[in-house]
């Protein structure tokens, strides 16, 4: 019954490696997110699809390439990882991209990059 | 670009206390949500504010966006071990939206 769910929910990797994050919605949303929250709690946007479509790519490295197979699918690949990802990563969902949607976030991933 | 500041970073309070944090903008604010986020937990909806003067209650928590949309306050009343976690406010950009800085609460009992 989760509404936002992602896998794995921790991730321990060495540099290097390459590693993906997947993400599902069930609440039958057109617009999903990545976040990165830091280890000072700083949420920061990563990347916004609207109908499987990228809309906004804050600024990420290449390295990080996410995938919308479909609409209630955002996946995450992250390449040749570094010490600097070491984060919680969310995704999040919300009906659509016009003003004032609630986002509803899944249970994060916990990546730590050794 | 649009950022939003939020103050304090950290708040301690004991049980029973109120408890303030702030949200700034350098810029008119469209609406203005609040989020929570209980340590090792994910954020989650509290409410929105689009009304210029607007004020909302939920239970202990008073929401108030100012009159300029630039920024906005939550309020809580007698705080309870229950209300520790990061408050944030979010804004809305172009196709995002944006997250404060957050405020940190704990609540000693």
């Known amino acids: 019954d989760t509404a936002v769910s992602q896998t794995p929910k921790y991730l321990v990797t060495q540099m290097g490696n390459d590693k993906s994050i997947k993400c599902e919605q069930n609440l039958g949303h057109d617009t999903m997110y990545w976040y990165k929250q830091d280890s000072k709690k700083f949420l920061k946007i990563m990347f916004s699809?609207?109908?499987?479509?990228?809309?906004i790519n804050e600024t990420v490295p290449n390295r990080f390439s996410p995938k919308s197979p479909d609409k209630a699918h955002l996946n995450l690949h992250i390449n040749s990882l570094e010490l600097g990802d070491s984060a919680v990563y969310f995704c999040?969902?919300?009906?659509?991209?016009?003003?004032?949607?609630?986002?509803?976030f899944g249970p994060g991933t916990r990546l730590l990059v050794l | 670009g649009q950022q939003v500041m939020q103050i304090p970073q950290y708040q301690h309070v004991q049980e029973g206390e109120d408890f303030t944090t702030y949200c700034n903008s350098s810029t008119t604010l469209s609406n203005i949500q609040w989020y929570k986020q209980r340590p090792g937990g994910h954020p989650v909806f509290l409410i929105q504010?689009?009304?210029?003067?607007e004020v909302k209650k939920q239970k202990r928590l008073t929401f108030q966006f100012g009159e300029a949309k630039k920024n906005s306050s939550l309020h809580i009343t007698a705080t309870q071990t229950t209300d520790v976690g990061t408050y944030f406010c979010v804004s809305e950009g172009t196709y995002k939206y944006i997250f404060g800085t957050g405020t940190r609460l704990k609540v000693l009992a």
């Open positions: 999040a969902s919300s009906q659509d991209w016009v003003s004032q949607e609630t986002q509803y």
């Open positions: 504010l689009v009304k210029s003067g």
């Open positions: 699809y609207n109908n499987k479509e990228l809309i």
